[in-house]
């Protein structure tokens, strides 16, 4: 059994997939089953169901993951150390991000981050807010990134920068006349809406003030549901409907005036974004070092 192997079967359990862990260890899909079946063959065991469309562990794999995992964080922790003591860091970031943060927070920080340790490359596997914490939640990933809480108390929530959401509206005749900045909810309420996933932060935060202002989300009408802000941001454009968005994700849009945005009168729309930890997982001392330096940018 070596390093190869075992990083080889975290990841494979990390993506369920052989192909997206070769991708992660720049190995061939070959050679991350070769890893896969030699570390079987020495412990005698099966690790991976391979039967699905996705890729498990076994029971017997989940025992291992944990154990495999903090194998690769004792490792990475020798080698920080000792790339510390001459001065160099190296090695790759893995976080889970959300949307939003995943395409307007990140890639400042991680050029920043880059400019500092040049040795450092990045993996962002993008997915809602709910997957983020499952992902967190299961061990696949010891940083994530979001725009809602969603409450569990083996998670720690870093709050980052405030977002402001709003009604992003076409250029049409009825809102391209509109002077006015704020509109009131009634102005809306019979539009036609155009929603993220239900997994999505944004959609989650807007439903749950819609809700306080005892508006039941049912009841919107809804014309299309999509998991991508461009489509939402040309489907709205095109006058499809109107979307609650994140306005640092319609900014350009609004800009080039290719469509408009609201704030809802009496409404408080803001939310923020957070970097998240599993409170009982021991972070690898790269993501450590990145977590520091996220917290340290929005200070």
């Known amino acids: 059994m070596d390093f190869r192997q075992i990083e080889a079967f975290v990841y494979v359990v ?12 720049f190995l061939t899909q070959p050679t991350v089953s070769s890893h896969i079946n030699t570390l079987e063959r020495e412990l005698g065991i099966k690790l991976i169901d391979r039967s699905g469309k996705e890729v498990e562990p076994t029971n017997a794999g989940k025992i291992f993951y944990e154990y495999a995992n903090n194998l690769i964080i004792i490792r ?14 190296e090695g790759k970031v893995d976080i889970a991000a959300s949307t939003v943060p995943a395409e307007y927070l990140l890639p400042k920080l991680m050029i920043g981050f880059r400019n500092k340790y040049s040795n450092i490359n990045f993996s962002v596997d993008q997915l809602d807010s709910n997957q983020v914490v499952d992902e967190l939640l299961e061990k696949k990933y010891e940083l994530g ?12 929530y870093h709050k980052l920068v405030e977002d402001r959401l709003v009604l992003a509206a076409p250029c049409n005749k009825k809102f391209s006349t509109m002077t006015s900045e704020v509109l009131p909810f ?13 997994g999505s932060g944004t959609r989650q935060e807007f439903e749950k ?26 489907a709205v454009s095109q006058g499809l409907g ?14 080039f005036g290719l469509i408009k945005a609201f704030d809802i009168e009496d409404f408080d729309l803001t939310r923020a974004f957070y970097i998240i930890t599993h409170k009982k997982r021991p972070l690898s001392p790269v993501n450590s070092v990145f977590l ?8």
Do not use: C, W
Not at 14 to 25: L, P, V
């Open 242 to 255: 109107v979307s609650i968005m994140s306005y640092m994700s319609v900014e350009d849009y609004v800009r």
């Open 14 to 25: 990390r993506y369920s997939s052989f192909s997206k862990a070769a991708d992660a260890i």
């Open 209 to 234: 003030i819609f809700m306080k202002h005892g508006i039941v989300p049912s009841s919107i009408r809804i014309a299309a549901q999509f998991n991508s802000i461009d489509a939402i941001k040309q």
């Open 145 to 156: 990134m979001v725009g809602t809480i969603i409450e569990n108390n083996k998670l720690e």
């Open 292 to 299: 520091k330096y996220v917290l340290d940018s929005f200070k």
């Open 186 to 198: 009634e102005a809306v309420k019979d539009e036609n809406f155009i929603y993220r996933e239900s």
């Open 76 to 89: 990475d922790n020798a080698v920080f150390t000792l790339n510390k003591f001459s001065k160099k860091i």
